[in-house]
């Protein structure tokens, strides 16, 4: 038996957690060193499995498989292939990056580590999940500590509204999946006369066109919910805006990916025939998304609501690369998910830091931070920069193959949806130009103190990443192909 | 009818509950003061030694009929027994510390005597011994429900208990008795054929029908036999309040399953649609009406008329995966359910309140009873990786099988409206602070009982939820006993 990385993966995070609930709530310095440890361990794993997955042989590598219930065909089943490699990195740099940004948390250090890491064990699940049971199992345990980490540790004014709004948007969003699933289950059982939760075995269950046209808008919207499609994104913003700089990261970083990722995974790769059908309402739905997002954050004065509306936008771009079902919007949807979630996460890291300093997340408020804080301004700036897409950095290297594919279905869909492009780089400009390099206001001169080295350490990992992506993109791209060659086989051969 | 092992082997749960309450009559009067809480401790104790013993040497082989035809020895009834003796050994930890329960001995033979009844009813195989069954359950219950003679509320509840308990028992022993008149037996075994054969029209049988669900609704609370349930879990003592919502209610199950899948396979459809039915509108009215509670316990007895509407699901889906899938809800919802009960009476037997808003800063106060709160609401909301959520999964995944579909989809929309008010409850512990006061001040310390039996059941829901595969055979056995 080899050494089963995903399991120790995911399940890292989770025997962290309860051991740090255990430890005395005084403690708060030895809560922080564990949660670091677990942290950086989990991220050294996640690498690990990046460098060692086998582009060439592609398909599931790594897989372990147990019984879980053999009487119902429930097994736990784990496994990455192109797509979901990169995301399992994501998550291992989001929540080292995650710990480093919240090591100043005072209010009850543990149980929020403890959350934390939950959500977190909850996120890699779903990522290496091939059985629909368990990718269930983890999706909720992903969903539910959001509201706890929200509710108690959010931004005062919108918490306890934001926190019960995400949780049931993204509750009910699951459960309508569930039922899909379990129709799925059961009439795959009369297909085939084998009761199996396993999604590779459900692949070929020959599902008929009419169940699959019937079903996948419940299983593709149930999970895209918490992947911020348009009209269902409404959660998102709020979400992020009440949360804690940490759980904004993991939030829009991660778990919004966890959504795009699971309507891929069980609706478009387990009813393919359903995706082609509505595949035009997808992409009109993310087409919206793509410019409707761009708009409003165009509009916001708040720091943090323009990037949750950013984050509506750039995963609006995901789910059009999906829409498109082709191999160049695919490819770009992978890389656009992992491009997107360092980005996020580095926004909402600066975001954090300022406003953990100057109390105030107003773009008009705020001034001068270039000279105080030079390292998180460079930080911001190539976010940005991968935001509007340039070339040299991931963004472009994800963007690119989306508006390609799109371009090959549908033209003017990409003529539309590329106005988001400059509307994004105005906002971030003019984001970069008021918060960083107009004169200071008065009123915070003197209290603005630098970040510390561990936000330094933060932010520098996820930097390095973009930068390499976007001038190295055989690092990424040719992975996540040989992930998008399974959904095309699936697909019938596009 | 001469004496087989098996008819000791099959009774012998019984048999052991009874010689503990004797020993226990007699031992008690000598306990002085403080010793008195020995008796907590010697019930809690015997019934987990009975649970061993009946474990080792008493497990049913092939299902028979045993007395005649009164008992029946299998999978089911004893599975059942486990988990009403386990509900009771936990039951006795709580009411140790009770101040009222807890001193008097008296209240820990009744919940033994409530226990041997509840273990005959998931065993009866005929009428009449079932009826003796849910009245040996009911009276010992009815006494405890009213324990607190000086406590008008507790007085009430007793009352009322009592007053509808006899009136749904009357109406059902009214169904039996015509039962009897036209199919000419009580063995339910014999029914069967009866119905099969024609021999009752489906009128009538469907008439008789509505008859038993009149006194099985009550004992499992759903609409419209509830109205008892939150009036009397406020008033009764919180530790009887979580029995009732637990044991007493499974045993409900035990036997609804039992009588309607084995004796009107016949009419199975038009029972079924009759419940399920009744399940969507419980589910529905228990969930709505919950969200508006501002008393703990209130909430719960909301709650626990919404779970027997999710269990019986399992119930009308009449099928193999169904019956299982009741059975092993009923399991998480006795272990989530009694550490609910449990985490509110630790907090009441300090505080003194049972109001949520008082709940405020708990987890400030006391992390680990936060804790334990935590993973209970989560466990009733159905939320992984606690027992709820696959017992939620697999009464759904029942429903959808037999294609209905609708009733899966009343019990999704149902738990989202779960979600929000367990939900509400854990943001008052975790988010909201005492007034003007430190919560450091101010902990709620955890005698022994509580810390026993609350780490038991965090760990139990745990099990369930995550390593789902033993308990789920030991139900698909007990469920193959009706197919």
Redesign the interface.
């Given at each position: 038996m080899t050494f089963p990385i995903l399991s120790v993966i995911v399940f890292t995070p989770i025997v962290a957690g309860v051991f740090i609930l255990l430890f005395p709530a005084e403690r708060k310095t030895e809560v922080r060193v564990t949660a670091l440890a677990a942290a950086t361990f989990a991220l050294l794993l996640s690498i690990w499995v990046y460098i060692s997955y086998d582009v060439n042989a592609a398909g599931y590598q790594f897989q372990e498989a147990y019984n879980w219930l053999p009487t119902l065909g429930i097994g736990y089943h784990v496994g990455v292939d192109g797509m979901s490699t990169p995301l399992v990195l994501l998550t291992g740099v989001v929540m080292f990056t995650g710990v480093l940004i919240s090591w100043g948390i005072e209010d009850r250090p543990r149980e929020f580590f403890a959350f934390l890491f939950i959500l977190a064990s909850g996120v890699f699940g779903v990522f290496v999940a091939l059985d629909l049971f368990q990718l269930f199992f983890f999706y909720e345990i992903a969903v539910f500590p959001m509201f706890l980490l929200i509710a108690i540790w959010g931004w005062i004014k919108t918490r306890e509204y934001a926190a019960m709004k995400l949780t049931l948007y993204l509750f009910i969003g699951s459960v309508v999946s569930l039922v899909g699933a379990l129709a799925m289950y059961w009439v795959a059982y009369q297909n085939t006369g084998v009761l199996t939760f396993d999604m590779l075995q459900l692949e070929q269950a020959n599902f008929s066109e009419q169940f699959q046209i019937i079903w996948f808008l419940p299983v593709f919207l149930g999970f895209a919910v918490l992947g911020g499609i348009w009209p269902f994104h409404n959660w998102s913003p709020d979400g992020h805006v009440a949360a804690p700089t940490a759980v904004s990261m993991f939030h829009a970083g991660v778990l919004m990916k966890l959504g795009a990722f699971a309507a891929l995974r069980v609706g478009i790769m387990l009813l393919p025939k359903g995706a082609e059908y509505w595949s035009w309402l997808i992409m009109a739905f993310a087409g919206i998304a793509v410019v409707y997002g761009a708009f409003i954050a165009f509009m916001q004065d708040d720091m943090k609501y323009m990037i949750g509306f950013s984050s509506v936008s750039h995963m609006g771009l995901v789910m059009l690369g999906m829409s498109t079902l082709n191999q160049n919007g695919l490819t770009g949807a992978g890389v656009q998910m992992f491009s997107h979630g360092i980005m996020t996460a580095l926004f909402f890291a600066v975001t954090g830091m300022i406003y953990d300093r100057a109390h105030t997340r107003q773009i008009s408020e705020l001034g001068g931070m270039a000279k105080i804080m030079p390292f998180a301004t460079i930080g911001f700036i190539i976010g940005g920069l991968v935001s509007m897409g340039m070339p040299g950095f991931s963004g472009f290297v994800a963007e690119f193959p989306i508006f390609m594919g799109v371009w090959q279905v549908q033209p003017w869909v990409a003529i539309v949806a590329s106005i988001s492009i400059v509307i994004t780089a105005a906002y971030i400009m003019r984001n970069i130009r008021d918060v960083f390099f107009r004169p200071m206001p008065e009123n915070l001169e003197g209290h603005i103190t630098d970040v510390t080295v561990l936000d330094k350490v933060a932010i520098a990992t996820v930097v390095i990443l973009m930068i390499a992506i976007g001038l190295f993109p055989s690092v990424m791209v040719p992975m996540v192909q040989s992930g998008v060659e399974n959904i095309l086989r699936l697909l019938g051969g596009v | 009818m001469s004496y087989t092992p098996t008819m000791f082997l099959s009774i012998l749960p019984e048999i052991l509950i009874l010689i503990l309450g004797m020993l226990l009559l007699v031992v008690e009067p000598f306990w002085k003061g403080e010793q008195r809480r020995n008796s907590g401790w010697m019930t809690a104790g015997g019934l987990l030694a009975i649970m061993a013993i009946s474990l080792i040497v008493a497990r049913p082989g092939e299902a028979v009929t045993v007395f005649g035809g009164m008992l029946r020895y299998d999978w089911l009834g004893f599975f059942f027994k486990m988990m009403f003796i386990f509900g009771a050994a936990i039951t006795a930890l709580f009411m140790m510390d009770h101040e009222i329960l807890g001193k008097r001995g008296e209240s820990f033979i009744l919940l033994l005597a409530a226990t041997l009844g509840m273990n005959l009813m998931a065993a009866s195989a005929d009428l009449i011994m079932l009826y003796l069954a849910i009245e040996t359950t009911s009276i010992p219950l009815y006494v405890l429900a009213g324990f607190m003679l000086t406590d008008k509320k507790s007085t009430e509840a007793g009352f009322k208990y009592m007053l509808f308990g006899a009136m749904t028992s009357a109406v059902m022993l009214y169904g039996f008795s015509l039962l009897f008149g036209f199919a000419g037996t009580t063995n339910m075994y014999e029914l069967a054929s009866m119905t099969v054969a024609g021999q009752l029209s489906l009128g009538v049988a469907l008439g008789l029908v509505v008859l038993i669900v009149v006194g099985l609704g009550f004992k499992v609370s759903i609409v419209p036999f509830h109205f008892w349930a939150p009036d009397v879990y406020t008033g009764s003592p919180t530790p009887v309040a979580g029995f009732l919502s637990t044991a007493s209610k499974a045993a409900g199950f035990a036997v609804l399953t039992r009588l309607f899948v084995i004796a009107f396979p016949a009419i199975a459809y038009e029972w079924a649609s009759i419940l399920a039915v009744l399940a969507a509108i419980t589910m529905t009215l228990g969930n709505l009406v919950a969200l508006k509670q501002t008393n703990i316990k209130r909430m719960l007895a909301y709650s626990s008329i919404a779970h027997a509407g999710y269990a019986m699901i399992g119930v009308v889906a009449v099928s193999e995966?169904g019956v299982t899938s009741v059975v092993f809800y009923l399991l998480a919802y006795i272990l989530t359910n009694l550490a609910a009960f449990g985490i509110v009476m630790a907090f009441e037997r300090v505080t003194g309140s049972d109001e949520i808003a008082d709940y405020a800063g708990m987890?400030?106060r006391s992390?680990g009873l936060a804790?334990a709160m935590?993973v209970a609401f989560?466990s009733l909301a159905g939320?992984?990786?606690f027992g709820g959520?696959v017992a939620k999964?697999?009464v759904?995944?029942a429903a959808?099988?037999v294609n209905m579909?609708w009733l899966?989809?009343v019990g999704?929309l149902n738990?989202?409206v779960g979600?929000?008010y367990y939900?509400?409850v854990?943001?008052v512990v975790?988010?909201y602070r005492m007034e003007g006061e430190n919560e450091e001040e101010h902990p709620i310390p955890l005698s022994r009982p509580y810390v026993i039996g609350l780490v038991v059941l965090t760990i139990g829901i745990l099990l369930v939820g995550t390593l789902?595969?033993p308990w789920?055979?030991l139900s698909?056995a007990a469920a193959l006993n009706l197919f």
């Open positions: - | 995966l987890s400030r992390p804790i935590l989560l939320m992984p990786p959520f999964v697999f759904f995944a959808v099988q579909v899966a989809v999704i738990s989202i979600v929000y939900l509400t854990l943001k975790y988010l789902f595969a789920f055979g698909g």
